[in-house]
């Protein structure tokens, strides 16, 4: 007579609930590490290490070939957020305006003349309110920054679509700095490329109707440069260069009038993470191309 196996009692648990277990157990175990090489012995080694390949790239930018105009997509700050672990995106916003001082000074060492910075797109104006509102503070609050730190503010958008309070702020940075020496930055905040083209053909129609100048005759005479002195950007170089970080590689309408020459770099890491060898590799990047404006 053979013997009767009796089977353990099954764990209750389920194999889902089990690999969550160990993703989050994962994630901890990630963010821990990534605490421990933040500091102690591996931080002071790996930051001697960052500082010599950054001279080593700033070393190899001819000196000539600075870009007058780069215009940034400041991308990823939710995705920053959401990989630190921290349910309140507002962190990645944050984070990412504190970012914003740091890279007007690098440019302002390279050279470079105008930096349009896209803070806030017409689309990301139908975000939920729990999440738009907030944003939407912290620009107030880094515009009214960079205006007491003595840039050269200038507000690029369409403010009639922001509330009272956000284009006030944008307004008055604009006409407080006005005139200020040195790097001239553009906020581009409820901007969107189409928006401004859009913008610029109405103000070129009221212009030239005011004159008593006919649909006929402005047919007629009209030029791409006539709509180029309606942009929000008029009477400035176009962009040169334009960086997206975050990985993704397309412009989602950003400067789509003024980017027909310019040359484009997209870098993975998180705008919140954006250091200074990663836009000395964008400059260096595009110091060796060679721009032929179709000739």
Same mark, same amino acid.
């Given at each position: 007579? #053979?013997?009767?196996?009796?089977? $353990? /009692? ?10 969550? @277990?160990?993703?989050?157990? &994962? ?13 102690? !012995? ?28 780069? @215009? ?31 890279? *007007? ?14 803070? =806030? ?6 975000? /939920? ?10 620009? %107030? ?19 009639? =679509?922001? !509330? ?16 200020? !020496?040195? *790097? ?5 905040? @409820? ?9 610029? +053909?109405?103000? *070129? =129609?009221? $212009?030239?109707?005011?004159? #008593?100048? &006919?649909? $006929?005759? =402005?047919? %007629?005479?009209?030029? +791409? ?42 870098? %993975?890491?998180?705008? /919140? ?20 404006? @179709?000739?």
């Amino acid at each position: 007579m #053979g013997v009767r196996r009796t089977e $353990e /009692p099954r764990d209750e648990t389920s194999r889902g609930e089990r690999r969550d @277990g160990a993703r989050r157990r &994962s994630s901890d175990d990630g963010r821990l590490t990534s605490a421990v090489r933040r500091s102690g !012995p591996y931080a002071a080694v790996r930051d001697v290490v960052y500082r010599m390949y950054e001279r080593r790239v700033e070393a190899s930018i001819p000196a000539d070939v600075t870009p007058r105009h780069i @215009g940034v997509i400041l991308d990823g700050n939710r995705r920053w957020a959401r990989a630190m672990g921290l349910a309140d995106v507002s962190s990645g916003h944050q984070r990412g305006a504190a970012k914003i001082s740091e890279l *007007l000074q690098w440019s302002a060492e390279a050279g470079v003349e105008v930096v349009t910075l896209w803070l =806030l797109s017409t689309d990301n104006l139908t975000r /939920p309110a729990v999440e738009l509102d907030p944003l939407l503070e912290i620009i %107030e609050n880094t515009v009214g920054k960079l205006a007491s730190d003595g840039w050269n503010v200038k507000p690029v958008g369409a403010l009639d =679509l922001l !509330p009272d309070k956000t284009a006030r702020v944008l307004k008055d940075a604009g006409e407080a700095t006005s005139g200020a !020496p040195g *790097l001239i930055v553009n906020v581009a905040v @409820g901007y969107g490329g189409r928006r401004e083209i859009a913008d610029a +053909v109405r103000s *070129l =129609l009221i $212009e030239q109707a005011s004159r #008593g100048t &006919s649909i $006929e005759e =402005l047919a %007629e005479s009209l030029d +791409v440069e006539h709509i180029a002195e309606h942009l929000y950007t008029r009477g400035q170089p176009d962009p040169d260069l334009v960086i997206r970080t975050s990985g993704e590689q397309r412009l989602s309408g950003f400067m789509l009038w003024q980017s027909a020459h310019s040359e484009f770099h997209f870098c %993975e890491v998180h705008w /919140p993470d954006f250091r200074k060898v990663d836009f000395l590799r964008a400059v260096r990047s595009y110091a060796a191309r060679h721009r032929r404006y @179709g000739t």
